[in-house]
């Protein structure tokens, strides 16, 4: 048996372990998938990331024995540590990110918080956070180096929920200067641009508005995110997902011509991200692969140095 058929095992067994745990506390009966890990050997890539690159948008899982997960997580998975976490961005040429906490955590943001205490200023992090969070609370959050929290609008991570509660966290985390990360569901941006559009705070999209990219450059759905992106400065666009919006699989050059629209369209408010450890994906890329996609959607270096640097620094505030 390999290392990657390993960890397959591994992973089934933890999310039948999950499985049971969340069906023995409080006797509820509900089926939760289970997720597929990472590629446990990313590649070497060919393209040298420009020094202090920053992905900004990556998770860590658990260990679930020291951060354990959610009972209402809407998935099982392995662990994916700090330790895997760092050996990954070492391997493939990252010095900073921003780590955003992942629904299997919950609120419990320490996965994240105490990341970022041992990284020596390189690390940043976006947390999960509810109305009921007290002002303590979220002062000790941006003190830890939270710089932003996120909504997914997912039927499967839960759907979109109380606007209004909504509207009262925005209003509350802009006082502390954070930004706000929003995930939707494909062909959503036009219902949610006037919502995003009068927002007190930046707002980065995640994946690249979860465009389809077998609908071509044309949908409505992408093209309603060129304009949001255009005409709003508060609007920043995340160059992850690529194996999301393609539909053609690997190398997922398909969904290439959607990140370099985005970049031309406003090259100073895109920021790049691996999402590793890739959750919820029907491909599992190679991190090494995804690294080696950028030159062919930012080809000249002045580019480069801002989706991979200049940008995510100005956005998180890195000193």
């Known amino acids: 048996m390999n290392r990657r058929e390993c960890l397959h095992l591994l992973t089934g067994l933890a999310g039948a372990a999950l499985a049971s745990e969340a069906r023995a506390q409080g006797g509820e009966q509900r089926s939760i998938p289970t997720i597929e890990p990472p590629d ?19 998770h860590i899982f658990g260990p679930a024995s020291r951060y354990p997960f959610s009972e209402k997580r809407p998935y099982n998975t392995a662990d994916a540590p700090l330790e895997a976490f760092r050996s990954v961005h070492e391997k493939i040429g990252v010095e900073r990110c921003v780590i955003v906490n992942a629904t299997v955590h919950g609120t419990d943001n320490r996965v994240v918080t105490d990341a970022i205490a041992q990284s020596e200023g390189a690390y940043r992090g976006i947390a999960n956070v509810n109305d009921e969070m007290t002002e303590k609370e979220l002062v000790a959050l941006d003190k830890a180096g939270i710089c932003g929290c996120r909504f997914a609008f997912l039927k499967r991570l839960g759907g979109v929920g109380d606007m209004g509660k909504f509207q009262r966290i925005v209003h509350r985390v802009a ?5 706000i990360d929003v995930y939707f569901e494909p062909g959503t941006i036009a219902e949610f641009a006037p919502i995003l559009s009068a ?8 994946h690249m508005g979860t465009v389809q990219a077998g ?18 400065e508060k609007c920043w666009v995340k160059i992850t997902g690529l194996e999301r919006a393609s539909p053609a699989g690997k190398p997922f050059h398909d969904a290439v011509p959607f990140a370099k629209a985005l970049i031309d369209n406003a090259p100073d408010r895109v920021l790049w991200g691996t999402d590793w450890p890739h959750p919820n994906v029907k491909v599992m890329p190679n991190d090494g692969e995804i690294v080696d996609l950028i030159p062919l959607y930012a080809a000249d270096a002045k580019l480069q140095q801002k989706l991979l640097v200049d940008n995510p620094a100005r956005l998180v505030k890195f000193t």
């Open 40 to 58: 446990p050997s990313p590649k070497t890539p060919s393209f040298k990331l420009p020094a202090k690159s920053c992905d900004s948008h990556t």
């Open 175 to 179: 006082e502390f200067g954070w930004h």
């Open 199 to 206: 927002l007190p705070t930046p707002y980065v999209i995640d």
């Open 215 to 232: 609908k071509g450059l044309d949908d409505p759905g992408f093209t309603a995110l060129l304009d949001l992106q255009r005409k709003d």
